[in-house]
């Protein structure tokens, strides 16, 4: 299950900038303890559903998980050994722009030990 929006305007984005500080999403609003980020970054589709494959199985049932990130953002790429030019490449994953200070993931109902190690597995 890969994650992606059903419906899109435009196929294709520019690449845009990812810098400062995040002012919305930078505290907890559903868990007890979360995963921050320390720098400006992209984090894509696969490696969302791969933390969350990794929470599910350590935390086995026990407490629950928040994803606060949704990949919006199409990548493209041109094939390798391409010339330059001929247009945009086609679209090759989905991402989501993380500014620093970001709430990532939030963890609810197990104890703070557990917490850590679980939340330090997806830093």
């Given at each position: 299950?890969s994650?992606m929006?059903?419906?899109?305007?435009y196929r294709?984005?520019?690449t845009?900038?990812n810098?400062?500080?995040?002012t919305?999403?930078?505290?907890l609003?559903f868990?007890e303890?979360?995963?921050?980020?320390l720098q400006n970054g992209?984090?894509?589709?696969n490696?969302?559903?791969a933390?969350?494959?990794?929470?599910a199985?350590?935390m086995?049932?026990a407490?629950?998980l928040w994803?606060?990130?949704?990949?919006y953002?199409?990548?493209?790429?041109k094939?390798?050994?391409t010339r330059?030019?001929?247009?945009?490449g086609d679209l090759?994953?989905?991402?989501?722009?993380?500014r620093r200070?970001?709430?990532i993931f939030e963890?609810k109902?197990?104890?703070e030990?557990?917490?850590?190690?679980?939340?330090?597995?997806?830093?």
């Amino acid at each position: 299950m890969s994650l992606m929006p059903r419906k899109v305007k435009y196929r294709k984005s520019q690449t845009g900038k990812n810098h400062g500080i995040a002012t919305v999403g930078n505290e907890l609003n559903f868990g007890e303890y979360g995963l921050k980020s320390l720098q400006n970054g992209r984090i894509g589709a696969n490696h969302i559903e791969a933390c969350r494959l990794t929470v599910a199985r350590k935390m086995k049932g026990a407490g629950k998980l928040w994803i606060n990130v949704f990949p919006y953002k199409p990548v493209t790429k041109k094939p390798a050994e391409t010339r330059m030019g001929k247009g945009k490449g086609d679209l090759d994953h989905w991402t989501c722009p993380i500014r620093r200070g970001k709430v990532i993931f939030e963890i609810k109902g197990v104890p703070e030990d557990f917490a850590k190690l679980v939340l330090r597995l997806l830093a």
